[in-house]
């Protein structure tokens, strides 16, 4: 889930036939189209203000609480509403991330080269933003309730569940496949990177299962299969700026991992390197991460540090920690304890990130291109630490201990 630390709220006001309602959400036109239709008052009767609030990295319970600010201020004219949902309401009903599954297959030659490559992802649709009343909460529970309207695929090169699913790596043949599961027992949509954060998870660790049955180093590895200069100044760099062939473990559960995306293939290239140790039971410890970015034109090198920052501690607390719990009448990760997110004593002993300034070349976004990167790099340090290959996220000493013991 977004998770955001601070639960949803907003405000609505009714006054002299005008709605204005102010939000956190990340779309205030959007927003202001589904409240026409679900309050039917006409768009130019309705003004959206944003207000800063907590952050949600796509689509949030914002929009919901906004919603419910409005119905509550056209019942009561001149009097201003504040909606704000408390921790159990935003966990149990704010839009999760899409379900994913995926399968990866490829063979390798006598020589340990990738002859082919056939990549499976089953996903939910990845956006469900508002555009109409049947997107939001409150227009389900009316009187006379709207229909949630039919998801649809995002085509690519952008992608939802696909993003990221296309390799970048030069195979000589190569097979991938989109299968679009439209429903879907909880409410989902919008979460930051999309499918990108699954896809670059699978296809990274896979490339690095393949690299140990090449017998190869797993960056020299990548590197065969990359013909793309600038995704290859990335990782190199990366292995260089991290010390990667020189690199020892310094403890007996200690490893290292390392992985690489270009992201949606249109956006920033960026490359992760990382070490972390693992204890008796199974929990995982983060040390050192380096990061390298090419985002094209630097125009606020700063501003994309903190970007690529940001993307790995995000990732290490999806990859570590987030798991929504549900059955077959509720969600069940209601509050912090049942939803654990990252805390200051869990995040990487230091973060090093490089930036490739491209003088004169089209800028790269930035803002998502860590997080898949940095949930591989941390599986495959997993594997190299303990030799355990956990293919199901989050990594939990739960699931650690179960590998082992299988």
């Not at 989109?178 to 699954?198: D, E, N, T, W």
Request: glycine share 8%.
């Amino acid at each position: 889930m977004h998770g955001s630390i601070g639960p949803s709220c907003a405000i609505g006001l009714f006054e002299n036939g005008t709605l204005t309602v102010w939000s956190h959400a990340q779309g205030m036109f959007p927003l202001r189209r589904s409240l026409s239709e679900l309050v039917n008052l006409p768009q130019e009767k309705i003004r959206c203000i944003h207000v800063e609030g907590s952050g949600c990295y796509g689509h949030n319970g914002a929009d919901d609480a906004a919603a419910d600010a409005a119905i509550l201020a056209l019942s009561l004219p001149g009097r201003p509403v504040r909606v704000q949902f408390m921790r159990d309401e935003e966990h149990g009903f704010e839009p999760f991330g899409a379900a994913m599954i995926s399968s990866a297959r490829a063979t390798l030659a006598v020589d340990g080269s990738v002859v082919d490559w056939q990549y499976e992802v089953w996903s939910n649709t990845h956006s469900t933003r508002p555009g109409g009343a049947g997107n939001l909460l409150a227009g389900w529970l009316i009187e006379k309730p709207f229909e949630q309207p039919s998801p649809e695929k995002i085509p690519q090169p952008a992608g939802g569940g696909d993003r990221n699913a296309i390799p970048l790596y030069n195979f000589p043949n190569a097979r991938v496949t989109h299968h679009f599961i439209r429903k879907m027992p909880l409410r989902v949509s919008a979460l930051r990177s999309l499918g990108a954060y699954m896809n670059v998870f699978s296809v990274e660790s896979f490339m690095d299962e393949l690299a140990k049955e090449a017998k190869a180093d797993p960056v020299e590895f990548r590197l065969r299969y990359l013909d793309d200069p600038r995704a290859r100044d990335v990782v190199t760099r990366a292995a260089e700026k991290f010390g990667w062939s020189d690199w020892k473990p310094a403890h007996e559960r200690q490893g290292r991992g390392f992985a690489f995306a270009k992201y949606k293939n249109i956006a920033a290239y960026c490359a992760v390197a990382l070490d972390l140790e693992v204890d008796e039971n199974g929990r995982i410890a983060l040390g050192r991460a380096v990061a390298v970015d090419d985002s094209g034109q630097a125009v606020n090198p700063d501003g994309i540090r903190n970007q690529i920052e940001g993307a790995l501690v995000q990732s290490a607390s999806w990859t570590l920690f987030e798991e929504v719990h549900f059955d077959a009448s509720a969600v069940s990760s209601r509050d912090w304890a049942t939803y654990p997110i990252l805390r200051f004593g869990d995040v990487f002993k230091s973060v090093e990130v490089e930036v490739i300034n491209r003088p004169g070349a089209p800028y790269l976004g930035t803002g998502e291109a860590g997080q898949g990167p940095t949930a591989a790099a941390i599986a495959n340090a997993l594997a190299d630490a303990v030799n355990i290959r956990v293919r199901q996220l989050p990594l939990t000493p739960a699931r650690i201990q179960a590998a082992a013991r299988a």
